[in-house]
DNA sequence: TCCACGTTTCAACTGCTCATGAATCATTGA
DNA sequence: TCAATGATTCATGAGCAGTTGAAACGTGGA
């Protein structure tokens, strides 16, 4: 994955309500969920929850799918996993200290990275 | 990692000049870089890059440590690595598909990800 | 054909992010 | 003490992101 895709994703993923939503069809698979569905489930008006679903869309976080009526969106795995990716590859270089905190899952509580005490 | 604090650290990582920061930094390990030296590097004005360092540092991906007249930065392996874990962990529930993208080290053109063809 | 439904688009407004240059602060050496 | 250096803060302005509600669009059923 390029810079400016990668920066596009990360714009696209840091807002609340767009995180919340990759979370919601994260685990649906290619199925993935109707609009009208995701905007009751995340309480969002219709024309808001399409303004953020464009916005993942544009980002290839998501894909959408026409239906009858309906529009059902599901993620686009391979485009999430080459964002991860770039960070962990691309920007991190693959830095052993912070794929340790991946493996782990861990969280920013590690005062194993400070040897140097005096 | 909380949401709050991953979102911090999205928004904080989706800037051009910041990645590029971090992609700067992220080699050097604790020692770091001196704010003048990162400034010529990337051809920042100090009051730009000053602003860019403070908004890393307040997501928590980079550390800052004065040294006489000099204040050092360097990458906080465990905020950068706690963001990664949590689209990986949090977000993306470990995803199958995700996953493998991410040992790929892929970008998103993959078509395997498509069994259903009809 | 007409209406209802699901979804997107549009215009307007607000607030935030970013860039710029000047001013300020802290530290060092003369 | 004073000047020079390294770094941050401030005020300003431009532009973008996000929210809202109304309007428009496409589709399917009566």
Redesign the interface.
């Known amino acids: ?3 400016p ?3 596009a994703a ?2 696209a ?4 309500a767009r ?1 919340d939503l ?2 919601l069809l ?2 649906l698979g ?1 199925q993935g969920l109707a609009a009208g569905e995701i905007s009751r489930v995340l309480g969002l008006s219709s024309s808001r929850l399409s303004f953020h679903l464009s916005a993942l869309e544009q980002a ?1 976080l998501i894909r959408s799918r026409k239906l009858a009526r309906n529009v059902f969106y599901s ?11 770039f ?7 693959e ?1 052993p ?6 493996r ?7 005062t194993v ?2 040897p ?1 005490g005096s």
Do not use: F, W, Y
């Open positions: 994955m390029e810079k895709q990668a920066l990360l714009s993923l840091a807002n609340d995180l990759m979370r994260m685990p290619d290839g993620v686009d795995a391979a485009g999430m996993g080459g964002t991860i990716s960070l962990l590859n691309d920007c991190c270089m830095h200290e912070v794929l340790a905190c991946c782990r899952g861990d969280s920013a509580k590690s990275t400070e140097q």
